[in-house]
């Protein structure tokens, strides 16, 4: 089988930090000869970690070795004349360039798309920035934390509370807006370089990460456009159960022996299976949850109730059973969970590579297999910073 689906396309990844080297990632992973311009100092994830025993080192990062696997690396000073006339060589002969400024935004050095694509009218030209390049925020700052809130995701997390002036809405875990900006900047990007070779022509792609971010709230969005209210923050006003949307009935997260597990059972004929996970407790005929809209109005109890039962048992024992009566039931996997999970290890999602300072290391691989390519995923580690200038530098001579 081939190696990979873009055989032959070179990318100039400009980006630094999250949401445009992921971009680059992913097509790297897909085939595509990526080649990571940085500046003399070096990636800003580079000193972003973590780092093996919290000890900041420039080529150890995990989040650098992540986001930069199967690329070649090159440092460029692009505020020199000399810099930027290597860019543009580098320019002339890409299909992709990718860049998600601040602080290094490649218009200010005078390498911006209208200026490239004279020399390379094909060129497709992908800018990720926190607003898009025009409207009234265009020209705001932001980081995850501020996208992750305007975008509307923090309002349901983690649900209804008790006191919502005390328990603010909080961020999700990660790089959330980061990663789904990528996401969608390399989603933009395929396409784009689809219609590049249906037509000649190349492209700008202006990439907003806070939009990208208001895609995937669908469910609260939805309930929005049939005139139904957002769901309150107030655990005694709450009349539906709300996590990322409006969601009826019982369905939350149990605590168990080991963990948790989070259960969905909200149709009747569900309720009744899950009795039936549950061993036929002696609460199941009393009327206060006897349908759908009473297990509703008496949450609370009910709640407690399962909790007792749950306590009791793993979050891998009570996720299986639930299955098996064919009720919506997972375990709440930490980190670790996922790293020994039995179908992530028969899939191969988790890949290792040896780079030559951080060692070797297990990496997140692809979510997708096609069946006529073998994608590259380990083709090689994240590079060194400079590690490539003599091999493409002295080329452009």
Same mark, same amino acid.
């Given at each position: 089988?081939?190696?990979?689906?873009?055989?032959?396309?070179?990318?100039?990844?400009?980006?630094?930090?999250?949401?445009?080297?992921?971009?680059?990632?992913?097509?790297?992973?897909?085939?595509?000869?990526?080649?990571?311009?940085?500046?003399?100092?070096?990636?800003?994830?580079?000193?972003?970690?973590?780092?093996?025993?919290?000890?900041?080192?420039?080529?150890?990062?995990?989040?650098?070795?992540?986001?930069?696997?199967?690329?070649?690396?090159?440092?460029?000073?692009?505020?020199?004349?000399?810099?930027?006339?290597?860019?543009?060589?580098?320019?002339?002969?890409?299909?992709?360039?990718?860049?998600?400024?601040?602080?290094?935004?490649?218009?200010?050095?005078?390498?911006?798309?209208?200026?490239?694509?004279?020399?390379?009218?094909?060129?497709?030209?992908?800018?990720?920035?926190?607003?898009?390049?025009?409207?009234?925020?265009?020209?705001?700052?932001?980081?995850?934390?501020?996208?992750?809130?305007?975008?509307?995701?923090?309002?349901?997390?983690?649900?209804?509370?008790?006191?919502?002036?005390?328990?603010?809405?909080?961020?999700?875990?990660?790089?959330?807006?980061?990663?789904?900006?990528?996401?969608?900047?390399?989603?933009?990007?395929?396409?784009?370089?689809?219609?590049?070779?249906?037509?000649?022509?190349?492209?700008?792609?202006?990439?907003?990460?806070?939009?990208?971010?208001?895609?995937?709230?669908?469910?609260?969005?939805?309930?929005?456009?049939?005139?139904?209210?957002?769901?309150?923050?107030?655990?005694?006003?709450?009349?539906?159960?709300?996590?990322?949307?409006?969601?009826?009935?019982?369905?939350?997260?149990?605590?168990?022996?080991?963990?948790?597990?989070?259960?969905?059972?909200?149709?009747?004929?569900?309720?009744?299976?899950?009795?039936? /996970?549950?061993?036929?407790? @002696?609460? =199941?005929?009393?009327? #206060? *949850?006897?349908?759908?809209?009473? %297990?509703?109005? $008496? +949450?609370?109890?009910?709640?407690?109730?399962?909790?007792?039962?749950?306590?009791?048992?793993?979050?891998?024992?009570?996720?299986?059973?639930?299955?098996?009566?064919?009720?919506?039931?997972?375990?709440?996997?930490?980190?670790?969970?996922?790293?020994?999970?039995?179908?992530?290890?028969?899939?191969?999602?988790? /890949?290792?590579?040896?780079? @030559?300072? =951080?060692?070797?290391? #297990? *990496?997140?691989?692809?979510?997708? %297999?096609?069946? $006529? +390519?073998?994608?590259?995923?380990?083709?090689?580690?994240?590079?060194?910073?400079?590690?490539?200038?003599?091999?493409?530098?002295?080329?452009?001579?």
């Amino acid at each position: 089988m081939p190696d990979g689906l873009l055989p032959g396309v070179r990318v100039l990844d400009v980006g630094q930090g999250i949401s445009g080297p992921y971009c680059a990632k992913i097509l790297a992973q897909m085939g595509a000869e990526v080649i990571k311009v940085e500046p003399p100092e070096g990636d800003s994830a580079r000193r972003m970690g973590p780092f093996p025993g919290d000890s900041p080192h420039p080529e150890k990062s995990g989040l650098f070795l992540a986001t930069n696997a199967n690329k070649q690396g090159i440092t460029l000073d692009l505020s020199s004349s000399d810099g930027a006339a290597a860019f543009r060589k580098l320019a002339a002969g890409a299909d992709i360039v990718i860049e998600n400024p601040p602080p290094d935004a490649l218009e200010g050095h005078g390498l911006g798309y209208e200026s490239l694509k004279n020399t390379n009218p094909g060129l497709v030209f992908t800018s990720i920035t926190p607003f898009g390049n025009r409207g009234p925020y265009k020209d705001f700052k932001a980081t995850d934390l501020v996208l992750y809130h305007m975008s509307g995701h923090a309002h349901g997390m983690l649900g209804a509370v008790k006191d919502p002036d005390s328990d603010p809405p909080i961020r999700a875990g990660g790089h959330q807006a980061e990663l789904v900006g990528g996401m969608a900047a390399a989603t933009a990007t395929l396409m784009a370089l689809y219609r590049k070779r249906m037509t000649g022509q190349g492209s700008r792609i202006d990439i907003s990460s806070f939009e990208a971010m208001v895609t995937q709230l669908i469910s609260g969005l939805a309930n929005s456009a049939y005139g139904r209210p957002a769901p309150p923050r107030d655990l005694a006003k709450v009349e539906e159960a709300a996590i990322g949307g409006m969601v009826g009935a019982i369905g939350g997260i149990l605590l168990c022996n080991d963990g948790y597990v989070a259960i969905s059972p909200r149709e009747d004929a569900q309720w009744e299976r899950w009795l039936q /996970v549950m061993g036929g407790p @002696p609460w =199941a005929t009393d009327e #206060r *949850y006897a349908t759908r809209d009473a %297990r509703q109005r $008496n +949450s609370p109890s009910l709640w407690k109730l399962l909790s007792d039962w749950s306590i009791n048992h793993s979050k891998h024992e009570i996720a299986r059973m639930g299955q098996e009566q064919r009720v919506p039931c997972f375990p709440v996997n930490t980190v670790q969970d996922l790293l020994s999970d039995e179908h992530l290890a028969h899939r191969g999602f988790f /890949v290792e590579m040896e780079h @030559p300072v =951080a060692g070797v290391l #297990r *990496y997140p691989g692809a979510a997708y %297999r096609f069946s $006529n +390519s073998q994608l590259p995923l380990t083709e090689r580690p994240a590079p060194m910073l400079g590690e490539h200038n003599r091999e493409i530098l002295d080329s452009l001579a």
